[in-house]
């Protein structure tokens, strides 16, 4: 396979550019790969890894498919010898417990300000060809916001953000069945021609290694322990807890501190179900335009996150709020009817309308006045429990701002706080008592480009010490009615608790075959 761009030409575009860092990459026919098992390959091993996958609107999949691993090893038939490929070739993390407090962001932004990308023809602009992959809690907003600031029991207990700096990714391309296999070259400054030869042979060493590991013939499949059936889940807030929460922020719309509030219950589900056996079983069940595994060594988050948070690409902001739910029809007629009775709602424009508002606030504190519009506004999107109305807002950057300073006026969105915001997220805080960790939070990339694309973590679980946590909200406003809201919740909580279920069902009849 031929690596692009070629030597020269890396040569010629890093004069021209001034630029400290490149991806070279080939492209291998994928037929006989796919997603998921070039990840179990790429992975195997690993203390650190990922899949992010994407199914554009919840009904057609996306164009790409990203996987990184941070070390695997494979032996040659022949010669055993060990090949090893070291990359994230580091890991970020910050909260109360690492050694890194505050602002996730800041370590992040010094990490990746003395890139000086080089955009190569034929990579996707603006995606996950390398840079940093993870997540940012929704208690960040504690960074971003002072006022809202406050010590909260942290239940799961994972570090405030994670991020794996990778340098060499696997892309799956869907439209041309193809992977690209892509690394990047750091070129420090006064880099003399033979050096920049030999290291592009080490960047070509390294497509090679993981060309070899991607075709091996074995798949390691996820070691699966003993499955017990019958587990029951537990809310941390019950039925009447949840209303209770909703009467409480009722009194404050009513006061006229906040018009809408987001509160939200977090089911515990005791499995032995290996994540990525839910994973699995969840891009089947529920495609989404956010899918996502992340193995950070002691817990796994597993995702079908239908809502972008923020996506940057090439100085322009863009921002996805949904809000406004009705589950699927049982058949298309009864699919359409629901869809205009959601459409005809009151209660859910108003709103919806509330948070293209405040979506349009965000991006306003950091894009140009006058650039932000309403790409979309009010279209049904159908998902495969729900259906939710959703509008597309997009600015451009002012200058002197970067995707950082985006994520930071962006995150929470609306959609997970309230209006006013500050107001909505102290309010929460006040009737949940608890840290809400990843839910709400951000999940995606930041690549070496400056470009980012994050999701919402909603449809989320958190697997850690034998127990998948997942939390779903419901917009509350004045004439919210309680016991509505906490269904609500139950409904959207629903996807995550029938793929583990369907999935320990699965695994369970196969280990009983094969005794």
Same mark, same amino acid.
């Given at each position: 396979f031929e690596t692009k761009p070629a030597l020269e030409h890396v040569s010629e575009l890093l004069q021209k550019t001034g630029g400290n860092y490149i991806p070279v990459y080939q492209d291998v026919p994928s037929d006989l790969l796919t997603p998921v098992t070039a990840y179990l390959k790429l992975a195997h091993g690993s203390k650190h890894s990922f899949l992010l996958?994407?199914?554009?609107?919840?009904?057609?999949?996306? &164009?790409?498919?990203?996987?990184?691993?941070?070390?695997?090893?494979?032996?040659?038939?022949?010669?055993?010898?060990?090949?090893?490929?070291?990359?994230?070739?580091?890991?970020?993390?910050?909260?109360?417990?690492?050694?890194?407090?505050?602002?996730?962001? !800041?370590?992040?932004?010094?990490?990746?300000?003395? /890139? &000086?990308?080089?955009? /190569?023809? +034929?990579?996707? &602009?603006?995606?996950?060809? +390398?840079?940093?992959?993870?997540?940012?809690?929704?208690?960040? /907003?504690?960074?971003?916001?002072?006022?809202?600031?406050?010590?909260?029991?942290?239940? @799961?207990?994972?570090?405030?953000?994670?991020?794996?700096?990778?340098?060499?990714? *696997? !892309?799956?391309?869907?439209?041309?069945?193809?992977?690209?296999? @892509?690394?990047? @070259? &750091?070129?420090?400054?006064?880099?003399?021609?033979?050096?920049?030869?030999?290291?592009y042979e080490q960047a070509e060493g390294t497509i090679r290694s993981t060309i070899e590991v991607l075709f091996t013939d074995a798949v390691p499949f996820p070691d699966q322990k003993p499955?017990?059936?019958?587990?029951?889940?537990?809310?941390?807030?019950?039925?009447? +807890?949840?209303?209770?929460?909703?009467?409480?922020?009722?009194?404050?719309?009513?006061?006229?501190?906040? @018009?809408?509030?987001?509160? $939200?219950?977090?089911?515990?589900?005791?499995?032995?179900?290996?994540?990525?056996?839910?994973?699995?079983?969840?891009?089947?069940?529920?495609? $989404?335009?956010?899918? %996502?595994? %992340?193995?950070?060594? +002691?817990?796994? *988050?597993?995702?079908?996150?239908?809502?972008?948070? !923020?996506?940057v690409n090439g100085g322009q902001v863009f921002n996805h709020p949904i809000a406004g739910t009705r589950k699927r029809g049982k058949t298309p007629e009864e699919d359409d009817e629901l869809a205009a009775e959601l459409l005809a709602d009151e209660k859910e424009r108003a709103e919806h309308v509330m948070l293209v508002d405040l979506g349009r606030n965000d991006l306003n504190r950091v894009c140009e006045p006058d650039s932000v519009t309403a790409d979309k506004v009010m279209v049904v999107e159908r998902f495969s429990h729900v259906m939710h109305i959703v509008s597309n807002l997009s600015g451009q950057l002012r200058s002197g701002k970067t995707g950082f300073d985006a994520l930071r006026s962006i995150l929470p969105a609306g959609t997970l706080s309230g209006a006013p915001k500050v107001r909505a997220v102290q309010l929460i805080y006040e009737v949940e008592k608890e840290r809400r960790g990843i839910y709400g939070g951000a999940l995606g990339h930041f690549s070496y480009s400056g470009d980012l694309d994050t999701c919402i973590g909603i449809r989320t679980m958190v697997f850690k010490d034998g127990n998948a946590y997942l939390q779903a909200g419901a917009g509350v406003v004045h004439d919210s009615n309680p016991a509505s809201e906490w269904q609500e919740t139950m409904n959207k909580a629903m996807s995550n608790l029938t793929t583990i279920e369907q999935a320990e069902r699965y695994y369970y009849a196969l280990q009983q075959q094969q005794h």
């Amino acid at each position: 396979f031929e690596t692009k761009p070629a030597l020269e030409h890396v040569s010629e575009l890093l004069q021209k550019t001034g630029g400290n860092y490149i991806p070279v990459y080939q492209d291998v026919p994928s037929d006989l790969l796919t997603p998921v098992t070039a990840y179990l390959k790429l992975a195997h091993g690993s203390k650190h890894s990922f899949l992010l996958e994407s199914a554009i609107g919840g009904e057609t999949i996306g &164009r790409y498919s990203f996987i990184g691993a941070s070390k695997y090893q494979h032996q040659h038939q022949h010669q055993y010898q060990q090949k090893q490929i070291t990359d994230p070739y580091k890991v970020m993390k910050t909260g109360a417990n690492e050694a890194v407090k505050g602002d996730p962001l !800041a370590p992040l932004e010094a990490e990746l300000n003395s /890139v &000086r990308y080089v955009q /190569v023809p +034929g990579l996707p &602009r603006g995606s996950a060809t +390398g840079g940093a992959f993870g997540y940012i809690s929704y208690d960040c /907003v504690q960074h971003f916001e002072p006022r809202t600031a406050c010590d909260l029991p942290d239940p @799961i207990g994972v570090p405030e953000s994670i991020f794996l700096l990778c340098d060499t990714v *696997v !892309a799956f391309d869907h439209l041309y069945k193809q992977l690209k296999v @892509i690394t990047h @070259i &750091r070129v420090p400054d006064g880099t003399t021609s033979d050096a920049l030869h030999a290291l592009y042979e080490q960047a070509e060493g390294t497509i090679r290694s993981t060309i070899e590991v991607l075709f091996t013939d074995a798949v390691p499949f996820p070691d699966q322990k003993p499955i017990e059936l019958g587990n029951e889940f537990k809310s941390n807030t019950g039925q009447e +807890g949840y209303e209770n929460m909703v009467r409480e922020l009722q009194k404050h719309i009513v006061k006229g501190d906040i @018009i809408q509030a987001v509160p $939200a219950q977090r089911i515990t589900r005791p499995t032995s179900l290996h994540p990525f056996n839910a994973y699995r079983y969840l891009r089947t069940l529920n495609p $989404a335009p956010y899918m %996502f595994y %992340f193995d950070f060594d +002691g817990f796994q *988050v597993v995702g079908a996150s239908p809502e972008m948070l !923020a996506r940057v690409n090439g100085g322009q902001v863009f921002n996805h709020p949904i809000a406004g739910t009705r589950k699927r029809g049982k058949t298309p007629e009864e699919d359409d009817e629901l869809a205009a009775e959601l459409l005809a709602d009151e209660k859910e424009r108003a709103e919806h309308v509330m948070l293209v508002d405040l979506g349009r606030n965000d991006l306003n504190r950091v894009c140009e006045p006058d650039s932000v519009t309403a790409d979309k506004v009010m279209v049904v999107e159908r998902f495969s429990h729900v259906m939710h109305i959703v509008s597309n807002l997009s600015g451009q950057l002012r200058s002197g701002k970067t995707g950082f300073d985006a994520l930071r006026s962006i995150l929470p969105a609306g959609t997970l706080s309230g209006a006013p915001k500050v107001r909505a997220v102290q309010l929460i805080y006040e009737v949940e008592k608890e840290r809400r960790g990843i839910y709400g939070g951000a999940l995606g990339h930041f690549s070496y480009s400056g470009d980012l694309d994050t999701c919402i973590g909603i449809r989320t679980m958190v697997f850690k010490d034998g127990n998948a946590y997942l939390q779903a909200g419901a917009g509350v406003v004045h004439d919210s009615n309680p016991a509505s809201e906490w269904q609500e919740t139950m409904n959207k909580a629903m996807s995550n608790l029938t793929t583990i279920e369907q999935a320990e069902r699965y695994y369970y009849a196969l280990q009983q075959q094969q005794h």
